[in-house]
């Protein structure tokens, strides 16, 4: 167990729709990261917020927002969602604001699009 | 552009055979990380290395860092089923302004034949 926790696990939608991904990092981290990951392919790296304020941007669609609240949780929104958009989402946290740091993951959004 | 580049995408070992997967970046390194993503998992942090020709062992796992910091590799030796998985490599690459983010090689996904 990593510490950092991902709501929901699993979500299923239709195209066209929104939803919000939730990530509430370890005790004591500052930063959190976004990645997606689609079948068998690698972690792209979405987002990257550190103590409120938004640090780095990776391949973010414009239709993807995220936000980190005072609690320092995370939520990613999707919006005008796609067949493609249907992936893992993954939630990283790590101490420092620095990008380069070991960044510990959550379990994952699994999301479908339909 | 920069990037980290892992080799090879797939490797099938029948168990008890020896397994490595290499990992190479344009530029040089400040330190290079190794995940695991199990089946249905989330990347696990594996190790960190930080010097030059620096080689650090856990167990069967070998990590290795290159003289140049350019290049590194991870060597299982006698496989064994619960090595079955995806592992990353990943490497701080200059994001812009200053600052770096980290960036993970597209994994290699090993399969291990009992």
């Known amino acids: 167990d990593s510490g950092v926790t991902q709501t929901p696990k699993h979500l299923i939608t239709a195209t066209g729709q929104r939803v919000t991904l939730r990530c509430s990092p370890r005790?004591?981290?500052?930063?959190v990261y976004w990645y997606q990951q689609s079948l068998d392919q690698g972690l792209q790296f979405l987002i990257q917020?550190?103590?409120?304020?938004?640090?780095a941007k990776g391949n973010i669609l414009e239709r993807f927002s995220a936000q980190q609240f005072p609690d320092l949780h995370s939520e990613l929104n999707l919006s005008s969602l796609e067949l493609g958009d249907s992936a893992l989402y993954f939630c990283?946290?790590?101490?420092?604001?620095?990008?380069?740091?070991?960044?510990?993951f959550g379990p994952g959004t699994r999301l479908l699009v339909l | 552009g920069q990037q980290v580049m892992q080799i090879p995408q797939y490797q099938h070992v029948q168990e008890g055979e020896d397994f490595t997967t290499y990992c190479n970046s344009s530029?040089?390194?400040?330190?290079i990380q190794w995940y695991k993503q199990r089946p249905g998992g989330h990347p696990v942090f594996l190790i960190q290395l930080v010097k030059s020709g620096e080689v650090k062992k856990q167990k069967r796992l070998t990590f290795q860092f290159g003289e140049a910091k350019k290049n590194s590799s991870l060597h299982i030796t006698a496989t064994q089923t619960t090595d079955v998985g995806t592992y990353f490599c990943a490497g701080p690459l200059y994001s812009g302004a200053g600052s770096y983010q980290l960036t993970f090689g597209k994994g290699t996904k090993l399969s291990v034949i009992p």
């Open positions: 530029t040089t390194l400040s330190n």
């Open positions: 990283a946290s790590s101490v420092a604001g620095q990008g380069e740091k070991t960044q510990y």
């Open positions: 917020y550190y103590n409120g304020e938004e640090r």
């Open positions: 005790s004591g981290d500052l930063s």
